[in-house]
């Protein structure tokens, strides 16, 4: 089950859109369950707006963060900062602008935000979808590279980006778990 800040809709707020770039930044290295945990207590604490970080010191959005158990407190809270210190337009940016000017943001999680937030079609290539990838036998260095062949094998399929992204997401997560559970 999808976050709520994290599915696609047709009309962001500019408060959403926010919202959504903060969970983004915090969608790095770590379970998708504890991004939501973390989001959720930020969110709680009025910590999900640029507005409500510019309130804190890097040392207490850390302190935040590692409270919340976040995996990486002290660079995730350097990344917030800078997001709320940035003068980027959500509406209107880029995908290359985005990873540009967010340290924190590359090109996975531009995607991520972009796809969500403005439908536009990018592939979001996380840990599952690049293994998935090269079950497939693609191996590529850049992250365009690996994008275009997942644009072809989607298209292949007759399916959206977005709809074999969450397939394979919402699959190798369910396989985890259960692999998880059969080692206990």
């Known amino acids: 089950m999808l976050h709520p800040i994290d599915q696609k809709k047709p009309n962001w707020s500019d408060e959403d859109l926010e919202r959504m770039m903060i969970f ?3 969608d790095r290295a770590q379970s998708y369950e504890n991004v939501c945990k973390v989001f959720d207590h930020l969110n709680r ?3 999900t707006s640029r507005k409500g970080l510019k309130l804190l010191s890097v040392d207490d959005l850390e302190r935040e963060l590692r409270k919340a158990g976040h995996r ?8 917030l900062k800078g997001f709320a210190d940035s003068t980027i337009n959500l509406r209107t940016a880029t995908r290359d602008e985005f990873v540009k000017n967010l340290p924190g943001i590359g090109y996975k999680l ?22 998935w990838l090269k079950e497939k036998g693609v191996i590529y260095k850049s992250y365009k590279d690996q994008e275009r062949s ?18 394979i997401w919402q699959g ?13």
């Open 45 to 47: 604490n009025l910590l």
């Open 110 to 131: 531009a995607s991520m935000f972009l796809r969500n937030t403005r439908g536009e079609e990018y592939a979001v290539l996380d840990v599952h979808v690049k293994r």
């Open 150 to 167: 997942f644009i072809s094998l989607a298209r292949m399929m007759n399916k959206t980006l977005y709809e074999l992204d969450m397939e």
């Open 24 to 26: 983004c930044i915090l």
């Open 172 to 184: 190798r997560r369910v396989g985890n778990k259960h692999k998880s559970k059969q080692k206990n």
């Open 72 to 79: 990486f407190p002290n660079q995730t809270a350097k990344f």
